[in-house]
């Protein structure tokens, strides 16, 4: 069973950035799929990006294409969430997860699908004011 830890949230200004970090222990993820989740008061756990196990191919919600870019360091057991030109209506939970099973790709241009993700992180907050 592998764990998943988030750190790298906070309080920024709107049209700030934040980098957030996945650290993983247990198990490599290095065959495994990988993704970003977000989950806002009051409103549903939605997609934000997900990533090949390779690095090679990525997808992300409307919502956040063009300034959020997902990135993985297998070496490091690592997945990054770089998050530019933040606004209001990013502020949520951010969750990393990695897929239910091995050597599974990601559909591209579509959002990652909770269903498809079996281990969870406990989130870090992300506050953006306007």
């Known amino acids: 069973q592998v764990q998943l830890v988030e750190s790298g949230g906070g309080l920024v200004q709107a049209g700030g950035s934040l980098r957030l970090s996945c650290v993983a222990s247990g198990r490599a993820i290095s065959t495994y799929a990988m993704g970003w989740f977000r989950q806002a008061p009051g409103k549903e756990l939605e997609s934000v990006a997900a990533i090949t196990m390779t690095g090679t191919s990525t997808t992300y919600a409307d919502s956040v294409k063009g300034r959020f870019t997902i990135s993985r360091d297998n070496a490091k057991n690592t997945v990054y969430l770089q998050m530019n030109s933040l606004r209001a209506e990013d502020t949520a939970v951010y969750y990393c997860?990695?897929?239910?099973?091995?050597?599974?790709?990601?559909?591209?241009?579509?959002?990652?699908?909770?269903?498809?993700?079996?281990?969870w992180g406990q989130g870090t907050q992300v506050t953006v004011s306007s």
């Open positions: 997860a990695s897929a239910k099973f091995p050597y599974r790709g990601i559909t591209t241009g579509t959002p990652a699908r909770t269903a498809d993700f079996g281990s």
